[in-house]
C-alpha cells in the first residue's frame, strides 16, 4: 500500500458516497415521473427510459414477493441446521423468481391491455419554482465542485 494508492482509494470512496447522496436526495425529492421526463429532457434514448421506469415499477413487485417468501420461511417450524436452512432458502429463492415472472407477465398484460405500446407519454407541467427547488439545485451544484475541490487541493 502507497500513499498514492491510499490517496486514490479515498478519493473514489468519497465520490461513490456523494454520488450516492445526491441520487439519493435526487429519488427522494423528486416524482418518478418527472425524474423519468427529465431524463427524456437531457436526450436520453425512449428505451433506456422505458427500462428505467420498469424496473423501479417490477422492483416493488420482487420486494412484496420476498416479504410473503420470509413471511413463510417464519411461519413454518423447522430445524435450524446448515443444510435444512439452505435447501428451503434455495426453493424459496426459487420460487420468489417464478412468482415474480409472473407477476411481471400479469403487469405488462394488464398495460398492454390499457394501451400500452412501449412509450411512455408523459404530461408536462409547469414547474413552481420555489425555496425547496433553488436549495436543491444549489446542492446539486456544489456537491461536484467540492469533489473537485477535494481532487484539487488532495486533501484526504
Known amino acids: 500500500m502507497t500513499d498514492n494508492g491510499l490517496t486514490i482509494f479515498a478519493t473514489v470512496l468519497i465520490k461513490s458516497f456523494l454520488s450516492m447522496m445526491l441520487l439519493a436526495s ?26 428505467i421506469f420498469l424496473m423501479y415499477r417490477y ?13 413463510a420461511i417464519k411461519s413454518r417450524v423447522f430445524q435450524k441446521s446448515y443444510c435444512t436452512v439452505n435447501k428451503r432458502l434455495t426453493h424459496v429463492m426459487g420460487n420468489l423468481f417464478i412468482k415474480s415472472l409472473d407477476r411481471a407477465e400479469n403487469v405488462y398484460r394488464s398495460m398492454e391491455s390499457r394501451g400500452f405500446d412501449g412509450n411512455f407519454y408523459i404530461v408536462e407541467k409547469e414547474n413552481a419554482k420555489g425555496s ?7 446542492i446539486f451544484i456544489l456537491a461536484p465542485m467540492s469533489i473537485k475541490v477535494i481532487e484539487l487541493i488532495n486533501v484526504i
Open 132 to 138: 425547496l427547488n433553488i436549495a436543491l439545485l444549489l
Open 26 to 51: 435526487l429519488i427522494v425529492s423528486t416524482d418518478e415521473i418527472e425524474l423519468l421526463h427529465g431524463l427524456r429532457k437531457i436526450h436520453l434514448p425512449k428505451i433506456i427510459v422505458s427500462i
Open 59 to 71: 422492483i416493488f413487485l420482487i420486494v412484496e414477493e420476498s416479504r410473503t417468501g420470509q413471511q
